[in-house]
């Protein structure tokens, strides 16, 4: 699929490839749906295109902003409604059918991510937006809803499921796959090396696929 990507903008890779087959399997029939950190918008302009009844897509930077918009209106994709903002106060009071996000999640120096770092960069351990949207996701999920997010296993894998199931959703790792770092993975690896992120000498991750869902009564 060709994308309008404007500088800084993550540009779709394997965990956004990954992440697509699960929409395409999970998506349910007319419903609405909420992709958080949406880059290109590929998420949302595949979901609309699937059928989506509506689509929101949020992210807190103005190109990506910009270039998810214009990506759907090229495609005449109505039903994409793109928002400028974080989660939850860009969808305060609405819930979805189906959430959606590629989320940044590489460890990075602690320091707070400028420019087009934040686009990856997610905190020492790679878990600051990951643990936010575990607490947020059952106040954005309506009766019954799904959420689907990848990550990679060097930002703790375990920890998610367990954060999910700890706000009373049932979790569960839909898909894997191990691929060879990138280039900003394969700059941070020395550091990683050095902390015992990861072993000597590895240059490869696995990414997973988690959804959670919650319970359809409540």
Known sequence: MWL????????P???????LQALRQAMPRK????????????LAVTAAQLGAEEVVAVDITAPAVWSARVNSRLRLLSSVRVV?????????????DLVVS????VPANGHPPRGRDRAWDAGLNGRDVLDLLCAKAPGLLAPGGTLLLVQSSLS???DTVCKLEQANLASSIVARKVVPFGPVMQQRAPLWEQRGC????????ELVVIRAQRNGTE
């Not at 989660?87 to 979805?96: C, K, N, Q, T």
């Not at 590629?102 to 999640?105: C, E, F, G, I, K």
């Not at 990861?198 to 991750?205: S, V």
Request: aromatic share 6%.
């Open 31 to 42: 419903a609405r749906v909420l992709d958080v950190g949406t880059g290109t918008g590929v």
């Open 198 to 205: 990861i072993l000597p000498g590895q240059r490869h991750e």
């Open 4 to 11: 309008l990507r404007l500088p800084g903008v993550y540009k």
């Open 102 to 105: 590629n989320p940044p999640y």
């Open 84 to 96: 400028r903002g974080g989660i939850p106060d860009a969808v305060l009071g609405e819930r979805f």
């Open 13 to 19: 890779q394997e965990d956004t490839r990954l992440l």
């Open 156 to 158: 703790g894998v375990e």
